[in-house]
């Protein structure tokens, strides 16, 4: 018995499969705007809702969520805005916040967003979404240090210094 190969299959097999593209993607970290601020070290809760307000987080409208970027000492190496949202909610995903650290090879981040109704306590959402956010972290080895939730009448409240992270 005579076994076919390649070379002896009829022409209407044999015909080559046509090229395709496959693109090859580079990723960076672009810096969108910046600002001045007195300290890039990172001490606390306090300092942290200091640096959030000199970009005008307790006076937005809506909720907004952000993380903010940490070298192995402390220092701000970033801060970006994560998600907008609505007047009492933000969509927030692990793969978006830790894309951008990890593009700043950070450390740690700190996270944090604001409360336009004033109050700064926890919704069960916040609670869930720090647990999420926290697991992530220690998967990818980027700590989260803090999450931060900062309100329009002066006031904070942090989850690290609550003991809930």
């Not at 018995?1 to 395709?20: D, K």
């Not at 000199?54 to 409208?61: F, H, P, Q, T």
């Not at 940490?70 to 805005?81: A, P, Q, Y």
């Not at 909610?89 to 409360?115: Q, W, Y």
Request: with cysteine; proline share 4%; net charge neutral.
């Amino acid at each position: 018995m005579t076994t076919m190969t390649h070379s002896t299959t009829l022409p209407l097999f044999t015909a080559e499969a046509p090229m395709v593209t496959i693109p090859q993607y580079g990723v960076r970290l672009v810096k969108e705007s910046e600002f001045k601020y007195f300290s890039n070290k990172v001490t606390g809760a306090p300092a942290v809702c200091d640096l959030l307000r000199a970009i005008g987080l307790d006076e937005k409208a809506n909720e907004e969520f952000y993380s903010v970027y940490l070298n192995t000492k402390n220092h701000v190496l970033g801060i970006e805005m994560i998600s907008r949202g609505t007047l009492n909610s933000s969509l927030v995903h692990p793969r978006e916040v830790f894309k951008g650290a990890l593009l700043a090879n950070a450390n740690s981040i700190i996270l944090a967003h604001n409360h336009p109704s004033g109050s700064v306590e926890p919704s069960v959402a916040d609670r869930s979404v720090t647990k999420i956010l926290a697991n992530a972290g220690n998967l990818l080895d980027v700590k989260v240090l803090d999450h931060v939730i900062i309100g329009s009448k002066g006031g904070f409240f942090s989850f690290a210094e609550s003991g809930l992270l």
